[in-house]
């Protein structure tokens, strides 16, 4: 693949996701993409940057995907459904960072991030995305495979930039109202996010807290293997922050495990985890990668631990998306049977 120049079709360009997409491949040192971006009717003609370069959005349509080495969906769901097959009838890979597709035939949720995570085949149409909270929490359940993980309870907070624009808005709206002493618009979360820290949401709120809990746990099952899957337990809280999930682990093994020696299983490379002592959101603001911080916690059977971990959820989604499309076009054909 050196050398080689991919073209990649980006469609939902205009989202936080898109931008963060674009700017993830136009940065790439590894790979050479031409990126084309695409979105609904409406966001149709407008400039974006990716990197340094200057893009224009160009509305979706039907014969817009021919020619693409690789199309990401990272817009709606309704046009992921709508555009899937038409990608995959024109040859090119897909990689889904809407969660529209999982459970369809030939879709796999992936992370190339984490290790032992069941590698794509032929037979694989197009990869998902994993949810970046799976991505977080599968880094550690599948280090610790290995070490008798007995138990991983996990309070995850969410922020409003996995709503995508209309739930950052929203939040702002919402700081704004308050601090001015006006009614709140709900239209996003059915219930008041600013100031407020919520395990669920409204009746009429565009998402839901518990199926978004149980999506992870799945995902965890699938990236980290069903047996890690049944030492998590989840609870996933509504944050009253803009960008990056943090979450409170409670860990416990039941082999005799010091802190070096945790540190030794979850360290022992750079690439996914770094040990930062002052982990939070804002520190993770721009990283592709997962911030942690150990301490021990006092218990009298086996070795337990509080971690506290924090992810850029945007940059994480955009890193893991590059990561599976490079996955499937290593498996493209290479030839054509004459």
């Known amino acids: 693949?050196?050398?080689?120049?991919?073209?990649?079709?980006?469609?939902?360009?205009?989202?936080?996701?898109?931008?963060?997409?674009?700017?993830?491949?136009?940065?790439?040192?590894?790979?050479?993409?031409?990126?084309?971006?695409?979105?609904?009717?409406?966001?149709?003609?407008?400039?974006?940057?990716a990197g340094d370069e200057a893009l224009l959005i160009q509305p979706i349509a039907d014969d817009s995907l021919i020619g693409m080495d690789v199309v990401f969906f990272a817009g709606d769901g309704r046009t992921a459904l709508g555009f899937w097959k038409v990608a995959h009838a024109a040859g090119a890979s897909i990689v889904d960072l809407t969660g529209t597709l999982e459970g369809l035939p030939g879709v796999q949720v992936r992370s190339p991030l984490v290790e032992g995570c069941i590698a794509p085949d032929l037979a694989t149409i197009a990869?998902?995305?994993?949810?970046?909270?799976?991505i977080m929490l599968s880094l550690i359940a599948s280090r610790l495979r290995g070490a008798g993980l007995k138990r991983l309870a996990a309070t995850v907070l969410q922020p409003a930039s996995e709503?995508?624009?209309?739930?950052?808005?929203?939040?702002?709206?919402?700081?704004?109202?308050?601090?001015?002493?006006?009614?709140?618009?709900?239209?996003?979360?059915?219930?008041?996010?600013?100031?407020?820290q919520i395990a669920s949401l409204g009746s009429a709120a565009k998402t839901n807290l518990e199926r978004t809990r149980d999506t992870i746990h799945r995902q965890i099952g699938i990236l980290a293997g069903e047996v890690a899957a049944h030492s998590v337990t989840?609870?996933?809280?509504?944050?009253?922050?803009?960008?990056?999930?943090?979450?409170?682990?409670?860990?416990?093994?039941?082999?005799?495990?010091d802190e070096k020696a945790l540190r030794a299983l979850l360290f022992r490379d750079l690439s996914q985890l770094i040990d930062e002592e002052s982990a939070s959101n804002e520190m993770?603001?721009?990283?592709?990668?997962?911030?942690?911080?150990?301490?021990?916690?006092?218990?009298?059977?086996?070795?337990?631990?509080?971690?506290?971990m924090a992810a850029d959820n945007l940059r994480l989604a955009a890193r893991n998306a590059a990561a599976c499309a490079l996955e499937l076009l290593h498996i493209r054909p290479t030839s054509v049977v004459q």
Do not use: C
């Open 1 to 49: 693949m050196a050398g080689k120049t991919w073209r990649a079709a980006i469609v939902g360009a205009s989202t936080l996701l898109g931008k963060e997409l674009a700017e993830e491949l136009s940065g790439a040192t590894d790979v050479l993409w031409d990126i084309t971006l695409f979105d609904a009717e409406g966001a149709g003609g407008t400039m974006t940057a």
């Open 127 to 134: 990869e998902l995305s994993a949810h970046p909270a799976a």
């Open 163 to 196: 709503l995508g624009n209309a739930g950052v808005e929203e939040l702002h709206q919402q700081t704004v109202s308050l601090l001015s002493f006006k009614p709140l618009q709900k239209d996003t979360y059915d219930a008041q996010v600013a100031f407020n």
């Open 234 to 257: 989840l609870q996933l809280l509504q944050a009253p922050v803009f960008h990056g999930y943090t979450a409170s682990v409670f860990l416990e093994i039941s082999q005799e495990l």
């Open 284 to 308: 993770a603001a721009g990283k592709g990668e997962v911030l942690l911080r150990i301490a021990p916690a006092d218990t009298k059977d086996g070795s337990a631990f509080w971690l506290w």
